[in-house]
């Protein structure tokens, strides 16, 4: 039970941090103008995103007087690692739908690297780690920031509840994905059965079961 209410408290973080995120993204390319971003621009972006969000995510490990909670951060980690994996394999999926109409459509093609997001995630978790053991690396106007504005957004009536349901939904994702994993594990079949197929000629997609429910945010 414990795990499930972090877990959804972690998913309206991660939501409120993506909307927050996404309005200093719309800024940022309205100052850019219609130059496209590079693929240096885009990682450099996700960088920045992905440290922000693993510091912000740590200040609500602490309680008052900076006490941390050992049995909050183990879950935090957990959580914040299936997230991160959520996020590749959904960058992954819209790379693989790209591949098939990027003659037709070359200016949408999503910049994706995967040794680049393998190397981010892996930066963005060490970083985690090293602020259990110095908590006060985590402390920076910036985050700090962000940790109050969230906080401020959450308490919001209308927006607060809207959060609210995005991270139930956020909730279920990682819970299916935990599932599929410790499924996979004890019996090596997937609890939720995936198979895509593309065919390259039509460009066509079929599915024989369902799709993984796509990560909101």
Request: glycine share 6%; proline share 3%; with cysteine.
């Amino acid at each position: 039970m414990k795990f499930i209410e972090l877990a959804f408290r972690l998913g309206v973080v991660f939501a409120i941090f993506g909307f927050i995120w996404g309005i200093f993204q719309i800024a940022l390319t309205i100052l850019r103008g219609i130059r496209p971003k590079t693929l240096f621009e885009q990682y450099a972006l996700k960088f920045l995103q992905y440290i922000f969000l693993v510091d912000v995510t740590f200040l609500f490990c602490l309680q008052k007087g900076d006490y941390l909670l050992n049995y909050e951060l183990t879950i935090t980690g957990l959580v914040l690692l299936m997230y991160f994996v959520g996020k590749l394999q959904n960058n992954q999926s819209k790379m693989q739908w790209f591949q098939i109409s990027a003659m037709q459509m070359p200016a949408l093609k999503p910049l994706f690297n995967f040794t680049a997001e393998i190397a981010i995630i892996s930066t963005a978790l060490i970083l985690f780690v090293t602020f259990i053991f110095f908590p006060e690396f985590a402390q920076n106007p910036i985050s700090n920031w962000f940790y109050e504005s969230i906080l401020s957004i959450e308490k919001t009536p209308i927006f607060g509840i809207f959060f609210k349901i995005i991270g139930f939904f956020v909730l279920v994702n990682l819970l299916s994905k935990m599932l599929n994993g410790i499924t996979f594990l004890l019996s090596g079949k997937p609890f939720i059965s995936v198979k895509k197929e593309i065919n390259i000629e039509t460009g066509t997609k079929r599915k024989d079961d369902f799709d993984d429910f796509e990560e909101v945010n």
